[in-house]
Nanobody, 126 residues
Framework: VQLQASGGGLVQAGGSLRLSCVAS????????MGWFRQAPGKEREFVAA????????RYADSVKGRFAVSTDNAKNTAFLQMNNLKPEDTAVYYC????????????????????WGQGTQVTVSS
């Protein structure tokens, strides 16, 4: 399984970006797709996750109301729509997949994810 993330770039504060993550190999099946980010000098942190079969999602408090996660199951693709971006959203964003997801409470744990994409840089200028 390979994950390919794209869509990052440079945007002004208040702008929007849409990240995509295409999964090749095995299909989505019952997996959870997660988005994480890592800013320079900081640890990787959870952003959002979605379960393909139910559409259930979870968000970090810092992005609630601004970011939206979705999937296109026919295309094995997950999306992260990011609106009202802030300078503190600047980071490398990674998509990941958990093939054997646990309960909703575990989706923010990066150790649960089996496959990771290469990351895409998002830079928000003030």
């Amino acid at each position: 399984v390979q994950l390919q993330a794209s869509g990052g770039g440079l945007v002004q504060a208040g702008g929007s970006l849409r990240l995509s993550c295409v999964a090749s190999g095995r299909g989505f099946s019952n997996s959870v797709m997660g988005w994480f980010r890592q800013a320079p000098g900081k640890e990787r942190e959870f952003v959002a996750a979605i379960r393909r079969t139910t559409g259930g999602s979870r968000y970090a408090d810092s992005v609630k109301g601004r970011f939206a996660v979705s999937t296109d199951n026919a295309k094995n693709t997950a999306f992260l729509q990011m609106n009202n971006l802030k300078p503190e959203d600047t980071a490398v964003y990674y998509c990941a997949r958990d093939f054997t997801p646990g309960p909703w409470s575990t989706w923010q744990d990066s150790n649960q994810y089996d496959s990771w994409g290469q990351g895409t840089q998002v830079t928000v200028s003030s």
